[in-house]
């Protein structure tokens, strides 16, 4: 199977023309005419996950994040990002991500926290499909959502505004790098809006409104799972594997 064909279902899905214009979805090393055997997929195409891919025999790799976000002048041996694309190169494997094309894509990024988090009667956060507000299924104390959340989510801590007093039923979520979209969490109705990447200031919120923080990488990592259904059940028979090395950049003490 070639490398262009394995990849059409992701853009039935979530077609390139929805990504932003800072973004680089799509091929980013190799040839989409190249045929593939194996695929590997992960969040980041980091050093380790391309040693893993060599390790293992993929011949392609399929991200959320992009490889190459911006212009390079020059490949080198001597940072992380030359040593990738070196090895891509020597080994012949094919890079290609789904970034924000997949992040506004119904049943998206956003739509993997949703499910997670049982939300019902669910629309947009966003008029151009980032995010997703909607219902919790039984309304809750903010010590409850957070409890919930760190279960769904697999994490330890969670950064928030002040808490809410009472219980809260609408909620919004976005994954990723979302604190641009406060303000239409808030215009949504939302009381709480959880996502990633939050700053110091924006933890000062309006009355009967919060935010969670729970990590950039926690709120997208669902999208790999995803990743690896798409190949299985378009191609059954084609062998795909989710990376083991895909780990959270930030260290906590």
């Not at 992040?103 to 739509?111: E, L, R």
Request: proline share 4%; aromatic share 10%; charged share 20%.
């Amino acid at each position: 199977m070639k490398a262009f064909e394995l990849v059409r279902p992701f853009e039935e899905m979530a077609p390139l023309s929805l990504q932003e214009k800072w973004d680089n979805c799509g091929f980013s090393v190799g040839d989409p005419q190249k045929e593939i055997s194996r695929v590997l997929v992960a969040l980041d195409c980091t050093e380790e996950v391309m040693d893993e891919a060599v390790s293992c025999g993929a011949d392609m790799i399929i991200t959320h994040h992009p490889l190459i976000f911006s212009g390079i002048k020059k490949i080198s041996p001597q940072n992380w990002l030359g040593r990738v694309i070196y090895k891509a190169i020597n080994h012949g494997i094919v890079i290609y991500s789904a970034h924000t094309n997949m992040d506004k894509a119904a049943g998206g990024v956003s739509s993997l926290m949703a499910q997670k988090l049982g939300m019902e009667e669910c629309i947009p956060l966003t008029p151009d499909n980032f995010g997703i507000v909607g219902n919790l299924p039984q309304e809750c104390f903010v010590e409850e959502l957070a409890a919930k959340v760190k279960e769904v989510f697999g994490i330890d801590t969670i950064r928030c505004s002040e808490p809410l007093q009472g219980k809260v039923s609408r909620i919004a979520v976005c994954g990723g790098s979302g604190k641009q979209f406060i303000a239409d969490a808030m215009q949504q109705g939302a009381q709480v809006y959880i996502t990633g990447d939050i700053t110091y200031h924006d933890f000062y919120t309006e009355k009967g409104f919060m935010v969670m923080d729970i990590g950039h990488y926690f709120s997208e990592y669902g999208i790999v799972g995803l990743f690896a259904n798409i190949v299985s059940e378009n191609f059954p028979n084609f062998a795909v594997s989710i990376s083991k090395k895909s780990n959270n950049p930030i260290y906590y003490y």
